[in-house]
């Protein structure tokens, strides 16, 4: 199998993820609270979900799933293929604004990272490619952005760290050229790959950074835990992201202190 016939298969099924959420945005559908009022799931999720794992288990049945919702949310090791998938990546978006929310797909190989796609779905953008392949956003091929510091960028940040200065999150943000909140971390993704932001600063599960990091890696963008650990793709952990430039002054200025 070829990663061009997977691509075009994923693209195919993000389509129709993206016409199914679209529909179903007229209508009364149901939502529901996860650990708390903020902490939201609607049906939408669920079913969309349900929708790309019925694609992957037809074309790959012997692949294993990481995804957000339903009984899909651990799994053993990144050992043999891997797909990480959050069906709706912004869920408070899609519920309170009908916009600004992604889906989001990564395929894994005992732990490398090969594909990544990220959809914009209301602004029809699709961000992908993968290791070797070069970052796209939908026909068009992206050039690497530049590797600017954290003075010279915007940087995106999870509401609640910078609100409740979370690892020297206010210090961090003063330094850059300005602090942007989207609450969706795909958005935050596509807005680094496209020379927008320097970097993110969140706290993300692994269905939340799999399909940016292949995107990021490819650009030879720095990314960890914000300790600086290896991502452990097991529960939330608290992420950075940003230009090689920007990583090492966040570390250094900041948090290595
Ligand atoms: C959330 C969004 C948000 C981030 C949260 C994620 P969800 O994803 O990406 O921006 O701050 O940590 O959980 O739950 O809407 O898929
Ligand atoms: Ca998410
Ligand atoms: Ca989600």
Redesign the pocket.
């Known amino acids: 199998m070829t990663a061009e016939k997977m691509i075009i298969e994923i693209k195919d099924w993000i389509r129709e993820a993206a016409d199914f959420i679209q529909t179903s945005l007229t209508t009364d559908f149901a939502v529901s609270q996860k650990s708390g009022r903020t902490d939201l799931v609607t049906s939408i ?1 669920e079913e969309t979900q349900t929708l790309l794992i019925k694609k992957i288990k037809e074309h790959y049945p012997a692949d294993k799933i990481l995804a ?1 919702e339903k009984g899909y949310s651990t799994i053993d090791s990144l050992a043999g293929r891997v797909w990480i998938i ?4 912004g ?1 408070m978006n899609f519920v309170m604004e009908q916009e600004n929310f992604c889906i989001m797909i990564a395929v894994f190989e005992d732990g490398i990272g090969k594909l990544g796609f990220i959809y914009d779905v209301m602004k029809d953008e699709l961000c992908w490619g993968g290791k070797g392949i070069g970052v796209f956003l939908g026909e068009q091929r992206l050039i690497q952005p530049k590797n600017l510091g954290l003075s010279a960028g915007l940087l995106g940040m999870n509401a609640y760290m910078f609100g409740e200065d979370i690892h020297c999150a206010r210090k961090i943000g003063h330094a850059s050229m300005g602090v942007r909140v989207s609450g969706c971390a795909g958005i935050e993704m596509i807005a680094m790959l496209k020379g927008n932001h320097i970097g993110y600063v969140s706290n993300l599960s692994p ?1 939340d950074y799999a399909a940016g990091i292949v995107l990021l890696e490819e650009f030879h963008f720095s990314y960890s835990t914000i300790e600086g650990k290896a991502l452990s793709f097991s529960g939330r952990e608290y992420f950075l992201a940003a230009t090689p430039e920007a990583y090492s002054e966040i570390k250094t200025n900041f948090l290595d202190k």
């Open positions: 999720d957000e959050d069906p709706i990546d869920t269905w």
